[in-house]
């Protein structure tokens, strides 16, 4: 298995909802990042969990709260959002997180969110 | 600090021209290039990448060579097609301790090609 899966694909939420966005990896992987991707723009790193502790935060709202269960899973929690939050949210995952350069990151699909 | 300026776009291009995407890089340690590919309403994909000077990346037609004295990784195909349609974002990954995490990202270019 060479995938990241995150689900849903696509979130409608209000702003004072509270939802959870999921990704999964089976990889071995033991560093996960969440990125958040606006149109016609790079993705911007949010958290980085390597081994399952939160190593970078960065400097994201609190209204954003992750969360790594174990090695493969990744969870995104969300609660009263903005609609600027809306966007595509991505999950990713790589060896190591300090193990060298080399190594790329495998990106999911992401989820689209959008805030009503 | 590191960074990563990339070719702005839109590019438009007829079916089987040349592509050359300009990708250059400012690094205090030695980075690894990568070109990565995002398809309309998907994520990222690793197209290719090359982990030292003069190495040369190359998947599904596409090349780009790690070129140290210009600090570049230009990304080219020699005859694009439809399908290749798509924004390109080159990369480079800092080695280190407490860089190694770290992806920084150009803005990216969104090609287009026409039949």
């Known amino acids: 298995d060479t995938e990241v899966t995150q689900t849903p694909k696509h979130l409608v939420m209000g702003m004072t909802n509270k939802k959870s966005l999921k990704c999964e990896q089976h990889m071995g992987h033991r560093a996960m990042y969440w990125y958040k991707q606006k149109a016609k723009k790079p993705p911007e790193l949010m958290f980085v969990y390597s081994y399952e502790k939160l190593s970078i935060n960065e400097s994201v709202p609190s209204r954003f709260s992750p969360e790594c269960p174990n090695s493969s899973l990744l969870n995104l929690h969300l609660h009263a959002l903005q609609p600027e939050d809306s966007a595509l949210y991505l999950c990713a995952s790589s060896q190591d997180r300090g193990a060298g350069s080399n190594y790329g990151y495998t990106f999911g699909s992401g989820t689209r969110l959008t805030v009503v | 600090g590191d960074s990563v300026t990339q070719m702005e776009g839109p590019v438009t291009l007829s079916e089987e021209a040349c592509l050359t995407i300009n990708c250059t890089y400012t690094a205090t340690g030695y980075p690894s290039l990568f070109w990565y590919v995002q398809y309309p309403g998907e994520g990222l994909q690793l197209l290719l990448k090359a982990t030292k000077a003069d190495d040369k990346g190359s998947n599904k037609g596409f090349e780009a060579t790690y070129r140290k004295e210009t600090t570049s990784f230009h990304l080219e195909k020699g005859s694009v097609q439809v399908s290749d349609s798509a924004v390109y974002f080159c990369?480079?990954?800092?080695?280190?301790?407490?860089?190694?995490?770290?992806?920084?990202f150009g803005t990216g270019t969104s090609l287009t090609v026409i039949p």
């Open positions: 990369a480079l990954r800092a080695v280190g301790v407490n860089t190694g995490n770290q992806f920084y």
